[in-house]
């Protein structure tokens, strides 16, 4: 069984009453010893090995790791895009073979967004062609979400003339719109600057206590990880395997610059890049 560690005293998969308004006795991802290999330049590169994890109806599950480590490479698993060399991913209790609606992910590029489509038509274009709505349906919808991001001022504009941050609020106004079981984040604010990316923290925070979606959500940043998440699966440097499971339900934006964050951050990098072996036996809760 993958350990567990504890930031506080909450068990890694305990939940206050608005974070986990569970629906399922199974949980919605399963994803079991996965291990996933790529062609490289010099051979075959195993980017992942056997990592298992579970995430629950409405977790903010954050994958956390150095660059490398194959946390983005199992983001596009879950989605889909890539079949595991080993192991399976179960998105209710079904393998998943490849992308569908039901899994909708938001990428770090700005340029996701069809630049000849206004605002609008970009959120409401994959609701007609994937939920099959008619055009009024899809345009109401897309207002709706549109308005959840302060974005139905420049639901006519053009994506060439919006800032980064406001692309990014359009392409999650889009993946929200979908409705997905499981929305995946891939390092969504890594490009953005530090003012905006604290923003989108703040706005993406206030969606989920909106709309308790499901969040799959990758970072290379202990911070964020703490900020977004209400669970964090730590994955060991190339090529990535489970070093941890934290609960971290205790932060929030809130949290940061204060001793109990820093010292939560300094123990994750601990955790990150430490010798396993030296972590305490009295640490341990699974």
Same mark, same amino acid.
């Given at each position: 069984m993958t350990s567990q560690y504890l930031l506080h005293e909450e068990p890694a998969h305990a939940a206050d009453s608005n974070a986990h308004p569970e629906t399922h006795n199974q949980p919605p991802l399963q994803v079991e010893d996965v291990t996933i290999e790529y062609q490289g330049l010099q051979g075959v590169v195993r980017a992942t090995h056997r990592v298992s994890f579970e995430v629950d109806t409405a977790d903010r599950f954050v994958l956390l790791g150095p660059s490398g480590c194959g946390k983005s490479t199992l983001l596009k698993a879950v989605a889909g895009f890539l079949r595991p060399?080993?192991?399976?991913?179960?998105?209710?209790?079904?393998?998943v073979v490849d992308a569908g609606p039901d899994r909708i992910v938001?990428?770090?590029?700005?340029?996701?967004?069809?630049?000849?489509?206004? +605002?609008?038509?970009?959120? !409401?274009? /994959?609701?007609?062609?994937?939920?099959?709505?008619?055009? @009024?349906? =899809?345009?109401? &919808? %897309?207002?709706?979400?549109?308005?959840?991001?302060?974005? +139905?001022?420049?639901?006519? !504009?053009? /994506?060439?003339?919006?800032?980064?941050?406001?692309?990014? @609020?359009? =392409?999650?106004? &889009? %993946?929200?719109?979908?409705?997905?079981?499981?929305?995946?984040?891939?390092?969504?604010? !890594?490009?953005?600057?530090?003012?905006?990316?604290?923003?989108?923290?703040?706005?993406?925070?206030?969606?989920?206590?909106?709309?308790?979606?499901?969040?799959?959500?990758?970072?290379?940043?202990?911070?964020?990880?703490?900020?977004?998440?209400?669970?964090?699966?730590?994955?060991?440097?190339?090529p990535g395997r489970v070093r941890a499971e934290l609960s971290a339900q205790r932060f929030g934006l809130h949290s940061q610059g204060g001793t109990e964050f820093q010292a939560a951050v300094s123990r994750i990098h601990g955790l990150l890049f430490g010798n396993p072996i030296d972590i305490q036996p009295s640490q341990r809760v699974a």
């Open positions: 060399r080993g192991g399976h991913i179960l998105l209710d209790g079904h393998p938001v990428f770090q590029e700005f340029d996701q967004l069809p630049s000849w489509k206004t +605002v609008q038509q970009n959120v !409401a274009f /994959p609701l007609r062609v994937a939920r099959s709505l008619s055009r @009024r349906e =899809a345009n109401d &919808r %897309a207002m709706h979400y549109l308005e959840k991001v302060g974005l +139905v001022a420049f639901a006519g !504009a053009y /994506p060439h003339t919006l800032s980064g941050g406001m692309k990014q @609020r359009v =392409a999650i106004a &889009r %993946a929200l719109a979908m409705q997905p079981r499981i929305l995946l984040m891939d390092e969504p604010f !890594a490009a953005l600057d530090a003012l905006t990316r604290r923003k989108m923290q703040e706005e993406l925070l206030q969606l989920w206590e909106e709309e308790h979606f499901t969040l799959l959500f990758v970072t290379h940043s202990i911070e964020e990880a703490l900020v977004i998440g209400n669970r964090i699966l730590l994955l060991s440097p190339h």
